[in-house]
């Protein structure tokens, strides 16, 4: 069972944004990714073993091309 749940919510520059949730659902943790109007252009909804993980994994998101922001909300 895993010890976080938690949304990324993304900002991307460009037209690039399905290129870059395939990307994103190559992440280990990954359950599902959408793209969405509004202030974020992509909802990633992730679950991981620990908070060990969480920097690792952040890292790999914002180490994709296009992502200019992001923000996390893990659930409690």
Request: glycine letters at 6%.
């Amino acid at each position: 069972m895993s010890n976080l749940r938690m949304s990324v919510l993304i900002q991307a520059v460009g037209t690039g944004i399905w290129d870059i949730c395939q990307e994103i659902e190559k992440i280990e943790g990954v359950k599902t990714v959408q793209v969405v109007v509004g202030t974020f252009d992509a909802i990633v909804y992730a679950e991981l073993n620990s908070v060990n993980e969480l920097k690792q994994f952040l890292e790999s998101i914002h180490k994709i091309e296009g992502i200019t922001r992001t923000e996390t909300c893990i659930a409690i």
